[in-house]
């Protein structure tokens, strides 16, 4: 299901609001990209926990976690992308009518 324009409204106003703190040059774009990478660590620690695979530390989150860790992947996503095209909702409707039509056979 697409993000809704109540979604959008929310992604855009966090854009705003780091535009006004941060700038929006190359440096900060980048920095944007990066927190990708943090939140999807993020998720991955939170699995490693639900998990219990660590034995030092037991079993520290729940699958609730994981979920929220994943929710602000897509948000720092979705924050990125209104950071780099002027359509935001329709690059992502685009993208998924493609993912929808791909042949689901090997």
């Known amino acids: 299901m697409p993000m809704t324009t109540d979604h959008w409204t929310t992604i855009r106003s966090l854009v705003t609001w780091l535009d006004q703190q941060n700038g929006r040059d190359q440096q900060e774009i980048t920095l944007r990209l990066l927190k990708l990478t943090e939140?999807?660590?993020?998720?991955?620690?939170?699995?490693?926990?639900?998990?219990?695979?660590?034995?030092?530390?037991?079993?520290?989150?729940?699958?609730?976690?994981?979920?929220?860790?994943?929710?602000?992947?897509?948000?720092?996503?979705?924050?990125?992308?209104?950071?780099?095209?002027?359509?935001?909702a329709g690059h992502l409707n685009?993208?998924?009518?493609?993912?929808a039509g791909r042949p689901r056979t090997p």
Do not use: F, Y
């Open 39 to 88: 939140e999807s660590g993020e998720v991955a620690q939170a699995w490693i926990g639900t998990t219990g695979q660590n034995p030092r530390k037991g079993t520290t989150h729940s699958v609730e976690d994981v979920a929220d860790e994943l929710c602000d992947v897509i948000v720092t996503a979705a924050v990125a992308l209104a950071s780099l095209v002027d359509d935001p």
């Open 94 to 99: 685009t993208k998924l009518r493609r993912i």
